[in-house]
């Protein structure tokens, strides 16, 4: 009797004892992914087009790139989950270049062995969001870098697919500016349309900007953490209101140096808008950013922000260095 429940002990202990060190050994392998700003690295790509089975033509695979937010979101005993926000790519694709905004999770762990999953809600261009995923799969690089292929449909028949391989931006590649006293906001009829033009209100707050890329005309930044504050008028109350987003600032030239700054921001909880400045000629010698960005060019009904502004000194860089 003895012998008999001795043996059943060391079967369970038996099938036991593979899941215990199989989770073991997918929990050693989880290392916790720092939070803060991820940049896309040069490997990330862009495609569109048939997919197995389906005949149609398919694009060459064309470079993505950009930044976005992660931070921890939780443990549900097997995945260590992450928050993605302020999703910030840009795509070549011509003139102008495609945007790419949204948000989503990413989880990864696992039970016998360690298992990605990267899930995104994706605005691509002016098409309606889209679900884009992963799937469960095997990590496709080292963590806290981030490897990983998802599309909207599976890859089967039309489909978009972006291959996504990412890591931690180095605080030193990550450059903080502050705004200027002469930046303003303004909203209301412009040009030769018929309604009120509030007086420029004074904007404060900081930003950053992060290295993208550089060629021999173009030098590229993501510009992430837009907090920024401003007052709007109604009626006779005038109210502080938040300023939030993120975008792209490009200097440079051939000839002559011109830049461009392009914010996708939201006002006081408005809806998301995209501000553009277009290619200008520079409004003052980077690293100082001097120049206008509004939605519609001016045209009738807009809103028109100055964006004047300085990198901010710390303990260890002054600006030039930073740069």
Known sequence: MIGKQWFRAILILAVALPAVTG?????TELAAMPSGIYRLDKESTFQRGCFDPCYCPIMAEVPVRGTFQLAPAGFDGLFQIYEITDINWTVSLGDPELRITGSGTYRVG??????????????????PAQHFESGLVPPGAQLPSLAATISANKMFCFDTVIVLEASPVPQAEIHPYRLLRDSTFQRGCFGTCDCLLMEPQPVLGTFALVDLQRNPLFTEFAVVNVRWRTALLSDTTETTVPIRGFGMYTYGGEFALVERLGLNLTVDGEPMTHYDSGLVPVGASFPRIDTSISIDDLVCYDTLIHVDAWPRRNRRHSPRDRF
């Open 23 to 27: 989770t073991a050994r997918a929990q």
């Open 110 to 127: 696992g039970e016998f062995a360690l298992r990605q999953e990267l899930s995104l809600d994706l605005l691509v261009g002016d098409a």
